[in-house]
Nanobody, 121 residues
Framework: QVQLVESGGGLVQPGGSLNLTCTTS????????MSWYRQAPGKNREWVAG????????GYADFVKGRSTISRDNSKNTVALQMTSLKPDDTAVYYC??????????????WGQGTQVTVSS
């Protein structure tokens, strides 16, 4: 059974940082690129960042480029997103998913529950 479990969200002040983690099971983790996505209230889900199966290539949406770092640990089947200089516009539920591409929206699996990130003073 495929599982995607996101964690690490919370309430943070503008300019703060968070580290999100996605723990996976039920599929061949290192065979897939992994990406983070987010969905803000009233908006469509959007791609945030991605990383190739072996971890050698990464991609970032313009709105997080320079502020976020995606990484993966294939020995633990986890993918992480470190976010810094957070802005109120980063407020959203953050999700991970697997796919073929690491540099665009490409989600092949059922979504997990996500982790809420709220940036507010």
């Amino acid at each position: 059974q495929v599982q995607l479990v996101e964690s690490g969200g919370g309430l943070v002040q503008p300019g703060g940082s968070l580290n999100l983690t996605c723990t996976t099971s039920g599929f061949t983790f290192d065979a897939y690129s992994m990406s983070w996505y987010r969905q803000a209230p009233g908006k469509n889900r959007e791609w945030v960042a991605g990383i190739s199966g072996a971890g050698y290539s990464t991609g970032y949406a313009d709105f997080v480029k320079g502020r976020s770092t995606i990484s993966r640990d294939n020995s633990k089947n986890t993918v992480a997103l470190q976010m810094t200089s957070l802005k109120p516009d980063d407020t959203a539920v953050y999700y991970c998913n697997a796919g073929e591409r690491y540099n665009a929206y490409d989600a092949w699996l059922a979504w997990g529950q996500g982790t809420q990130v709220t940036v507010s003073s």
